[in-house]
């Protein structure tokens, strides 16, 4: 089904795919799609509009990408006397690449928001920079930007153990900026609201490595023992998703002032269906990562790694579609 080094074009195309179309069509059934400016009123336009969740999906694919790219070589492969070997420069390699698509999507993104919350068109966008520069939006986009550059430039030349963990402290610095700008800082500096924004950082932090940490070893290190250490990092990442994710949508959907609050908003609002439909999907990686245990790790060790192969790029596909909802989730009122 895919190459020894990598999967096939398609494998990677189909994952795409899956996080577009989910994005598309969970922000049309929620309520959080963009609207067309009324007649006579100045906007962005509609497709300005529909750029700022497509470019932040592009930025988490590529932030992904990055962050488990590092992690394989931070982690998950050998190194000799702290000097990276090849498999593992070449993650570096591709990391850089990756956090250069981040910083270019995330500069998309930081314009299109921009002119969206100001309401004017792109190309009259520079009229209005002072007022740009003082959205919560823009600037922590303008800080993910700076780091991802710096991530970029500095991936590229790692050869050592030590700079792919440093570069892997970046990833987390970079992916912090856009999360504080989200619903829970939304609400202000509350109890609730830190308590929700701090288990969004951590929900992110954990995805990412998950995520991102199986696209590393399907890319680079399909060994045993690198898969080993992988699926207990993805254990304790699917324990943190799972409590995390529960946690903020007991403060978004009210549960913490009525007990039947957040049951009642998960079937009567958008969000809370698409909150629902993302614990659908949490529930079925879960059961994935347990047949990985139970079936395909056993017949990976005795040498046969065609079931956890294919297995791991469903799983993939699953985990593309569900980002492509987590961004839905966070453009839904």
Same mark, same amino acid.
């Given at each position: 089904m895919s190459s020894p080094a990598t999967p096939r074009f398609a494998v990677w195309s189909a994952a795409t795919a899956a996080g577009v179309v989910v994005l598309i069509v969970a922000l049309l059934a929620a309520g959080g799609a963009p609207q067309s400016t009324p007649h006579g009123l100045h906007g962005a336009g509609l497709p300005v509009s529909w750029a700022v969740p497509v470019l932040r999906l592009l930025a988490d694919g590529a932030a992904v #990408?990055? /962050?488990?790219? $590092?992690? *394989?070589?931070?982690?998950?492969l050998p190194a @000799?006397? /702290? %000097?990276? /070997?090849?498999?593992?420069? !070449?993650?570096?390699?591709?990391a850089a690449l990756a956090a250069g698509v981040w910083a270019l999507a995330s500069i998309g993104g930081l314009v299109a928001t921009a002119a969206v919350i100001l309401g004017v068109p792109v190309a009259q966008l520079g009229e209005y920079a002072g007022q740009a520069g003082q959205l919560s939006q823009v600037r922590a986009l303008a800080v993910a930007i700076v780091l991802t550059a710096v991530l970029a430039v500095l991936v590229s030349g790692v050869k050592s153990l030590r700079g792919a963990r440093v570069a892997l402290v970046l990833v987390g610095a970079a992916l912090v900026g856009p999360l504080l700008t989200g619903h829970g800082a939304s609400e202000g500096t509350s109890f609730w609201s830190v308590t929700a924004t701090t288990s969004l950082v951590v929900h %992110?932090?954990?995805? @990412?490595?998950?995520?991102?940490? #199986?696209?590393? $070893?399907?890319?680079?290190?399909r060994e045993t023992a690198a898969v080993q250490r992988f699926s207990a990092l993805a254990l304790g990442c699917a324990v943190a998703i799972g409590v995390t994710g529960l946690l903020t949508a007991e403060i978004h959907l009210g549960g913490r002032e009525d007990g039947?609050?957040?049951? *009642?908003?998960? $079937? @009567? @609002?958008?969000? /809370?269906?698409? %909150?629902?439909? !993302?614990?659908?999907a949490y529930a079925g990686l879960v059961a994935i990562g347990r047949q990985h245990r139970r079936a395909t790790l056993p017949a990976l060790a005795a040498g046969q790694p065609g079931a956890f192969r294919r297995l791991a790029i469903g799983e993939l596909i699953v985990m593309a579609a569900t980002v492509g909802l987590a961004v839905a989730l966070s453009r839904t009122p």
């Open positions: #990408l990055a /962050g488990g790219a $590092v992690l *394989t070589a931070a982690w998950l @000799t006397d /702290g %000097v990276l /070997g090849e498999r593992a420069l !070449k993650a570096c390699q591709d %992110v932090f954990a995805a @990412t490595l998950w995520v991102g940490g #199986l696209y590393g $070893v399907l890319r680079y290190a039947w609050g957040l049951i *009642t908003q998960w $079937v @009567t @609002t958008g969000y /809370g269906a698409l %909150v629902f439909a !993302k614990a659908i």
